[in-house]
């Protein structure tokens, strides 16, 4: 899987007081990803999905493990941290990362 992050072009614009910190090793964090990713915008019955949507669909469940590999200012003073979720399709199948930013208080240390 890639660990490829996204923030290979960030230019700090104040390096004594970085905008992005990198962590220098990865922490291990459990995301809340009911918080983190939108809700489903009503319910739909498992029954009437097709079997290749049931099977080959991404896995998500209500919490994750993932890594922390960085902090992210807002302009507002808050942070985000950028954590990767390893996931799967239902079947186990495929496989992928997902890079997200998360707000800090949908993380919690492993």
Same mark, same amino acid.
């Given at each position: 899987? !890639? ?7 960030? =230019? ?7 905008? @992005? ?5 990865? #922490?291990? %964090?459990? %995301? ?5 990713? $939108?809700? $489903? ?8 999905? $097709? ?7 991404? &896995?998500?469940? /209500? ?6 590999? =960085? +902090? &992210?200012?807002? =302009?507002?003073?808050? +942070? @985000?941290?950028? %954590?990767? %979720?390893?996931? /799967? /399709?239902?079947?186990?199948? !495929?496989? &992928? ?6 707000? !800090? =208080?949908? @993380? #919690?240390?492993?």
């Amino acid at each position: 899987m !890639s660990r490829r992050s996204g923030l290979e072009d960030w =230019a700090e614009p104040f390096p004594g007081a970085p905008i @992005l910190r990198r962590l220098d090793t990865p #922490t291990e %964090v459990v %995301v809340d990803i009911a918080h983190t990713l $939108p809700g $489903p915008a009503g319910f739909t019955r498992a029954d009437t999905l $097709p079997l290749r949507v049931r099977a080959g669909g991404i &896995l998500l469940e /209500s919490t994750m493990p993932g890594t922390l590999h =960085a +902090w &992210l200012r807002i =302009a507002d003073g808050r +942070w @985000l941290a950028q %954590v990767c %979720v390893p996931a /799967s /399709s239902a079947n186990g199948c !495929s496989q &992928l990362d997902l890079w997200l930013w998360v707000e !800090s =208080a949908n @993380l #919690t240390r492993r």
